[in-house]
């Protein structure tokens, strides 16, 4: 079965590191773009940006730029999302998503269940 | 920035239409995508390309788009559709989402 298995909830304080994950099953990982999604509670999505897993080659949303760092490892066909210091407004769910592109944009066409990161100030 | 928006909310009855629009600068000229998100669940692609379903997706969800707008419309809607519907554009280098709507059926 095609899937994305993300990572479980994570509860940190503001300042800690994060590195939370997202393992695809069921098709050929290294060839295909992820994406990073943001929802804060009861807010809508936010693209954070997307990486090729083959090569790394990553593009970050100017929103996301220099706030986390994307990363892969087509190996064990697994890519990660990560936080040098936290800060409580990073608690939010993150979606891992598989990113397709018709030409005229990307869009998301498989959905991780999501990782819920939590952070105290 | 590029920006899309949405009505935050729509009712509709069982068996009826509801239809859920999007609009953003020269929407028309670009591709739509959209999003449905059941309560506690992950987002699923409903709509792409403007007016595509992907597989397993009920016939029910349909697409256009005409000048700066984007519409969804769920026919002969169910209960099960209750949820929040985000659209998505690609602008410049950006992904760009929807405010959302939130679909409630009476």
């Known amino acids: 079965e095609v899937q994305l298995v993300q990572s479980g909830a994570e509860v940190k304080k503001s300042g800690e590191s994060l590195k939370i994950s997202c393992k695809g099953t069921?098709?050929?990982?290294?060839?295909?773009?992820i994406g990073w999604v943001r929802q804060m509670p009861g807010r809508g999505l936010e693209w954070m940006g997307i990486i090729y897993p083959g090569d790394s080659d990553t593009r970050y949303s100017p929103s996301f730029q220099g706030q986390v760092t994307m990363s892969a490892d087509e190996s064990i066909s697994t890519a990660y999302l990560q936080w040098s210091s936290l800060r409580a407004s990073d608690t939010a769910m993150y979606y891992c998503?598989?990113?397709?592109?018709?030409?005229?944009?990307?869009?998301?066409?498989?959905w991780g269940r999501g990782t819920l990161v939590s952070v105290s100030s | 920035s590029y920006e899309l928006s949405q009505p935050p909310s729509v009712s509709v009855s069982p068996g009826q239409t509801a239809s859920i629009t999007c609009s953003g600068d020269k929407l028309g000229d670009k591709s739509a995508f959209w999003y449905q998100q059941r309560p506690g669940q992950s987002p699923v692609l409903v709509i792409y390309?403007?007016?595509r379903r992907p597989s397993g997706i009920p016939e029910r969800f349909s697409g256009s788009t005409s000048g700066n707008t984007a519409t969804l419309t769920i026919s002969g809607t169910q209960a099960v559709d209750e949820g929040d519907y985000y659209c998505q554009a690609w602008d410049s280098t950006t992904v760009v989402f929807g405010t959302g709507t939130k679909v409630t059926v009476l």
């Open positions: 998503v598989s990113a397709s592109n018709n030409g005229e944009g990307w869009y998301f066409d498989l």
């Open positions: 390309q403007n007016s």
């Open positions: 069921g098709y050929d990982f290294a060839n295909y773009w």
